[in-house]
């Protein structure tokens, strides 16, 4: 919002701008673009559930594999949409795939976390082409069986569901708030 002050002899025309006092946004590059800064590509914009911020996803080409955890099922580990929930839900019944992924330290960050089921599709339809063309590991797990969890290709995009004991590559990424 610009307001105009009255010219004086020491200010001739000058306009004046009125900064909000929140932070300022930050700027994402063109989809599936580097993130200079922010520790991946960038994988669009994602409406947050129940009152949380809509947020920015960053996606991580990172080689982690592991068995997703634990075989019964994880309380808190269902979401679609929130994989830093399920990933926490996970590490806290002893995933040691979700605890690595917690304790990654790259790039400056430390909040990586692996997507959730809809993170992962969007991070497929996004990303396409620059993550390995292979099943991904999300952190949801499948509602109907308890030692299953869904599954992202990144070859042809579809999803499935995969024994929770089996090794698959983890599909990490990490979030950045929308102001």
């Known amino acids: 919002m610009a307001t105009k002050k009255k010219p004086t002899s020491a200010t001739p025309h000058k306009i004046t701008r009125t900064v909000p006092a ?4 930050i700027d994402p590059p063109r989809v599936g673009e580097l993130w200079p800064g ?6 669009g914009a994602i409406r947050g559930e129940q009152g949380q911020p809509d ?11 592991g068995a997703w955890g634990p075989t019964s099922k994880v309380p808190g580990a269902l979401s679609d949409y929130d994989g830093l ?5 996970m590490a806290a019944a002893g995933s040691k795939l979700a605890k690595k992924v917690l304790g990654l330290n790259l790039h400056g960050h430390q909040d990586y976390y692996i997507a959730a089921r809809q993170e992962a599709r969007l991070g497929y339809v996004n990303g396409k082409g620059h ?4 099943w991904h590991w999300t952190s949801t797990q499948y509602e109907f069986l308890d ?23 983890a599909f990490v990424v990490r979030r950045i708030p929308i102001q």
């Open 22 to 25: 929140r932070a300022a946004s």
């Open 38 to 43: 922010q520790g991946g590509r960038y994988l």
């Open 55 to 65: 947020y920015h996803l960053v996606g991580l080409d990172h080689e982690l594999k």
């Open 85 to 89: 929930a399920n990933t926490q839900a």
């Open 131 to 134: 993550f390995p063309a292979a």
């Open 147 to 169: 030692g299953s969890a869904w599954i992202q290709s990144f070859g042809y995009g579809g999803q499935s569901t995969y024994r929770k004991s089996n090794e698959c590559r």
